[in-house]
T-cell receptor
Framework: ETGVTQTPRHLVMGMTNKKSLKCEQH?????MYWYKQSAKKPLELMFV???????ENNSVPSRFSPECPNSSHLFLHLHTLQPEDSALYLC?????????????FGSGTRLTVV | SQKIEQNSEALNIQEGKTATLTCNYT??????LQWYRQDPGRGPVFLLL?????KEKRKERLKVTFDTTLKQSLFHITASQPADSATYLC??????????????FGRGTQLTVWP
């Protein structure tokens, strides 16, 4: 375990479903992130939170909705997704936004949209 | 927009040799560059960070160089072992300004070390 826990590890959902991805860290980090990783593509930054405030929304479609209720938890709410949204969704945290000591990633949620 | 290129998708080397991976970038002035290792089905794991004012950094069998003139970083694994087989990602970030908090990743290089 890296200290960042993501659940579920695998998720299959239909295009009309609503589901949520959960991320939890107890490292005392102040910044948390959602990344999308698709095959043969670089990691794409989706959202950045610092001290529970969203500081970055990287042109992500509204069918993805993040929530950060406290500095230890981060959610990604999903609704009416498309098959091309199938990917590995990674949560990461860092001490602060400057990330001088790197990111700590979770193991990801493998999402399949059918 | 910024562009990060890692030399090749795949690199195969024999055990005991030195693996050298390349990361080039354009349209960006990073404050630091990071290297990560990613195994199949797992999230990336942080390995090393090198700052713009540092030329070289070492950690055990790993060595990273950073040339801001060439806009390039080299990542070396000496005395490579089959257990080093994984995908290695480079990532660039800033320490201040409007891009603070954004870490941009390359596609990665898949390294295979054969016995």
């Amino acid at each position: 375990e890296t200290g960042v826990t993501q659940t579920p590890r695998h998720l299959v959902m239909g295009m009309t479903n609503k589901k949520s991805l959960k991320c939890e860290q107890h490292l005392g980090h102040n910044a948390m992130y959602w990344y999308k990783q698709s095959a043969k593509k670089p990691l794409e930054l989706m959202f950045v939170y610092s001290l529970e405030e969203r500081v970055e929304n990287n042109s992500v479609p509204s069918r993805f909705s993040p929530e950060c209720p406290n500095s230890s938890h981060l959610f990604l709410h999903l609704h009416t997704l498309q098959p091309e949204d199938s990917a590995l969704y990674l949560c990461a945290s860092s001490q602060d936004l400057a990330a001088r000591y790197g990111y700590t990633f979770g193991s990801g949620t493998r999402l399949t949209v059918v | 927009s910024q562009k990060i290129e890692q030399n090749s998708e795949a690199l195969n080397i024999q055990e005991g040799k030195t693996a050298t991976l390349t990361c080039n970038y354009t349209n960006y002035s990073p404050a630091y560059l990071q290297w990560y290792r990613q195994d199949p089905g797992r999230g990336p794991v942080f390995l090393l960070l090198i700052r713009e004012n540092e030329k070289e950094k070492r950690k055990e069998r790993l060595k990273v160089t950073f040339d801001t003139t060439l806009k390039q970083s080299l990542f070396h694994i000496t005395a490579s072992q089959p257990a080093d087989s994984a995908t290695y990602l480079c990532a660039l970030g800033t320490a201040a300004g409007s891009t603070l908090g954004r870490l941009y990743f390359g596609r990665g290089t898949q390294l295979t070390v054969w016995p």
